[in-house]
C-alpha cells in the first residue's frame, strides 16, 4: 500500500483508530469481521434505530427492528424464535415477536447500498459502514463484545395501582452508553409473565394486573446490551394490598 493510500485508510478511519481499535481492523472497506457489539450497532445506533426500534416511526414496517440483535418478545404470548419460522422478509403474524437486527442482516445491506430504494431514506451512510453490514451479513452472528464490557443495570419503582393497572417507573442504564432493550418479567406462581418491554432510558410502564393472584413477586429484567441477553434481578413488584 502506497504512503497516500494508508493516509486515506487513516482519514477513513479516524474514529476508530480514536478509540483504539487495531488498524488492522480498520479499511476503507470497513470491518471484515465484525462483531455485532462494536461494529455493527454503533451503525445501526446513529442510522436506523430513529425509525426502526419499538414502536417504530415514519412508516417503518412493523415486523422488524434494528435496535436489537435477536427476535425479541414484545407483549404477552408463548416464547418464539427463529428456528420456528422465517423472521426475514416475511412478516410473522406478530403475535408475540419482533424479529432483530440478525434476522434482517442481509436485507438490511441490499438496502443501505440500493440506489433505487435506499436506507435510510434521506442520505447515503458512508462507504465503510455499507462494507461492515455487508460482511456482517455474510455471518450475522454477535462475534466478540467489547473487552471491557459493563452490564447494563435496571432500576424499578412500583407506583399506586390505577384500577386494576400496575403503574411503574423503570430507569434502564449503561455505563458504556450501549442502546439497551428488553423486557421486564415477574414470576408469578411458577409462571413467567411479560409485563413490558425496556429501553435505555427511563420510561413509565403499566402492567394490568386485574385477575392475577395477589402477592409480592420477583421481576427480572432480560436486557440485550449488544454483546449477550444479561438476565437481572429487577426487584419485587406487589399485586392487590393497595
Ligand atoms: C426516516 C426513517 C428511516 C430510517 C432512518 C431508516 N429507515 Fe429503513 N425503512 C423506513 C421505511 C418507511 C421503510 C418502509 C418503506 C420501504 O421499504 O422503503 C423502511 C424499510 C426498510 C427495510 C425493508 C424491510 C422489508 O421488509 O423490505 C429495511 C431492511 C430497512 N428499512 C433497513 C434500514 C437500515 C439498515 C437503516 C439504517 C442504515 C434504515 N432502514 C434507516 C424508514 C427508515
Not at 60 to 83: H, Q, W
Not at 206 to 215: H, I
Request: proline letters at 7%; glycine letters at 8%.
Amino acid at each position: 500500500m502506497s504512503k497516500s493510500n494508508s493516509y486515506q485508510t487513516l482519514q477513513a478511519c479516524g474514529l476508530v483508530i480514536a478509540v483504539g481499535a487495531s488498524l488492522a481492523a480498520c479499511t476503507a472497506t470497513g470491518a471484515s469481521n465484525p462483531s455485532f457489539q462494536q461494529d455493527v450497532m454503533p451503525i445501526l445506533a446513529a442510522n436506523c434505530v430513529r425509525c426502526h426500534s419499538y414502536p417504530t416511526l415514519g412508516g417503518a414496517p412493523e415486523y422488524f427492528r434494528l435496535d436489537v440483535f435477536g427476535d425479541v418478545i414484545v407483549r404477552d404470548g408463548r416464547p418464539r424464535s427463529t428456528a420456528e419460522g422465517p423472521c426475514g422478509v416475511t412478516p410473522l403474524d406478530a403475535r408475540a415477536v419482533i424479529c432483530g437486527a440478525a434476522s434482517l442482516a442481509s436485507l438490511s445491506a441490499s438496502r443501505v447500498a440500493s440506489d433505487k430504494r435506499p436506507m435510510p431514506p434521506r442520505f447515503r451512510i458512508e462507504d465503510h459502514q455499507i462494507a461492515t453490514l455487508d460482511a456482517w451479513a455474510l455471518q450475522p452472528e454477535r462475534g466478540p463484545a467489547r473487552p471491557t464490557n459493563h452490564v447494563p443495570s435496571v432500576q424499578l419503582q412500583q407506583l399506586p395501582t390505577v384500577a386494576g393497572v400496575m403503574q411503574l417507573e423503570v430507569t434502564v442504564t449503561d455505563e458504556d452508553r450501549d442502546l439497551v432493550v428488553g423486557e421486564l418479567w415477574v414470576e408469578l406462581a411458577g409462571d413467567s409473565r411479560f409485563v413490558a418491554p425496556l429501553r435505555s432510558g427511563t420510561a413509565r410502564v403499566t402492567w394490568a394486573t386485574a385477575g392475577l393472584p395477589q402477592g409480592t413477586f420477583t421481576a427480572t429484567a432480560r436486557l440485550d446490551d449488544g454483546a449477550m441477553v444479561h438476565q437481572l434481578m429487577a426487584g419485587q413488584l406487589t399485586i392487590g394490598g393497595q
